[in-house]
Structure formats: C-alpha cells, structure tokens
C-alpha cells in the first residue's frame, strides 16, 4: 500500500473543526494543553475566541464542556484518549452522560499505534470503558474521509458522543465523491461467503489487505466497516452471522469490551456463530516504533489473514 495516500485521523479532526466552524456558530473547541498534538490548534488558530484550553485538567475540561452544552453551544473537548476516557471517566459519566448532554469527546491518541510513548498512553480500554456509559454514541472512523464525516455527523447529532482519532497515519480507501456516513450504519466494502471480518478504526485497511491475501487461497472474505460502534449495527452483523457462519473482529483495542464483544453480544441474540477476536490481549502494551508494535501484537494484514484462515480450516 505504498502508493496509497496516508493521514492520521487526528489531523481531519482538527481541520474539519476549523473547516465547519462558520457553519456551525455554536460550535467551540476545549483543549487540555495538547492543542499541537490533538491538532484542534488548527481551530483555535481560524477561532481563537471559540477555543478554551482548559490546562492539565481533564476532568475539569469535561465539567467546563458539560456547562457550555447546557447553554446551547456544541462543545468538543479534546485530548488523548487515556485522559479523556482514562482520567476523567467519572465526570464524563455523571456530567455529560447522565444529564445527557450535547458534548462530544474528542479522544486522540487512541491504541497501541500510540508507539513510543508506550504503556501509559497507549489507551486500549477506551472504548470498553465508554460503552458502558448509557446513551453514549462511539465512533471510530478509519481513515482520513470518514473522520471529516465523522466530526460533522457528530455536530448534527444531539446527544454525548466518543470519538477515537490516531496518531498514525492511515491508508485513505473511502472515495470522497462516493462515501456517505450513516451514524450507526456499517458499510459492507466487500461481498463474501465464505467468514465475515468485521474491522474498526485503523484496521480496516489491513482487513481489506487481508481479504487480498486470503482470495489468493480460496478464501471469499465478506469485510464490513463498522465506524458507529455504539450503537452497534445489529442487522449487518446478524446477516454476515447468517450467511458466513463465521465472523473475525479486528480491532486497535483490547478484546474485552470493544467491538469483538459487541459483535458477540449481537451475534448471541440472532444467529450463534463463532466469533474470533483480533485485538490487544489481556495485557499492557510498550513502547517502540508504532508500525512495528502492531504487526507484534497481531494487527497487521498478514496476522488477520492467517487467523481467519486457521478458523475456516476449524470450522470445517
């Protein structure tokens, strides 16, 4: 995928909030002293009267968005997602979820691919942690045009929403003249009969890269996107369940509590198949280059097609 244009999600977020700052009036941007790496420096610099950076004070930040939302404005608060989720789960839980605010979350930084900064910023629980909170929409778009689409989806949505952006660029596959983003919809990017995998985030490249692998041994792997992780797109889910009998979940998370668990839980209720989790073990990651770090832990293309082709050889 040399040849492939590549862009962090970060970067969309803070370019596609300074590009729909003049449609959106109401909309202001919070910040926890990471403006130059969240990359919403980029909206304080075109509005800078719109932007409030809140300091090292991540649950403060969310208070402060909780009580913009309440005025009418529509705040993103934004820093890495080990603080966002991590840190200030408590407030975001009683503040914005309970009340049921109209504050969105922007969590950056998200995952293994985090790289050198290793275990303690290397947020893998992210989204477990936001699942359980009720009537919190996540998403996690994965690549640079889904982000863009993301963020306006999100502003047009009343209600708390959690959005996962990465440090590592990402293959862009979606075609902007084409791609429509349906909050809470997956999109089918490829037919096929013989396993569904179901991919989030900055794994769905390399599931697609996989199904390439895999057609070359026979293999018709089915690839479904899924960007709205809650709520779960339970019928595209229950289909692949149905007509594959086989679904792999891929995921830059840990595979309790992300979308492996919530595809299980849909998949328990409809059509019991097998569901094989990809993801980040029941361990902490480290540090060292990001790259590297996912093809260790088993997110990478050539790992996603030799786990789905030793279930097909099991299910058989």
């Known amino acids: ?38 990359k919403t420096g980029v ?87 936001m699942r359980t909170i009720p009537g919190m929409t996540i998403i996690n778009p994965a690549d640079d045009i889904e982000a863009r689409a993301a963020v306006e989806a999100a502003i047009n949505f009343d209600g708390p929403v959690y959005l996962r952006f990465g440090r590592l660029a990402a293959p862009i596959f979606n075609d902007p003249e084409n791609y429509k983003f349906e909050l809470g919809k997956g999109i089918t990017l490829k037919d096929g009969k013989d396993v569904t995998i179901i991919a ?50 891929v995921e830059e998370h840990s595979v309790i509590g992300g979308l492996g668990s919530a595809v299980a839980e849909a998949v328990t209720e409809c059509t019991p198949v097998p569901v094989v989790k990809i993801g980040v073990n029941d361990e902490y990651g480290h540090s060292g280059p990001a790259v590297d770090l996912l093809k260790e832990f088993g997110l990478c293309a050539d790992n996603i097609a030799a786990t789905v082709k030793k279930a097909v050889a099991e299910r058989k």
Do not use: W
């Open 1 to 38: 995928m040399a040849d492939v244009m590549k862009k962090a999600t970060r970067d969309s977020y803070g370019e596609s909030l300074a590009a729909l700052a003049d449609k959106y009036p109401n909309l202001v941007v919070l910040d926890a002293d990471l403006a130059a790496a969240t």
């Open 200 to 249: 989030t985030g900055l794994m769905v490249s390399e599931a697609l890269e996989a199904a390439k692998m895999l057609e070359n041994d026979g293999i018709n792997a089915r690839i479904i996107n899924i960007h709205t992780i809650k709520p779960l797109d339970k019928d595209i889910v229950c289909k692949a369940a149905a007509e594959t009998s086989l679904i792999v979940t």
């Open 43 to 129: 909206f304080k610099k075109a509005c800078p009267e719109r932007f409030f950076d809140c300091g090292i004070a991540e649950a403060n930040m969310m208070g402060v968005a909780a009580g913009l939302a309440t005025t009418g404005k529509i705040p993103f608060a934004s820093t890495f997602a080990m603080f966002a989720a991590g840190r200030a789960f408590e407030i975001v839980r009683n503040s914005i979820g309970y009340p049921h605010l109209n504050v969105k979350i922007g969590a950056t930084h998200a995952g293994i691919s985090v790289g050198e900064d290793g275990a303690t910023h290397q947020c893998n629980e992210d989204i477990a942690l």
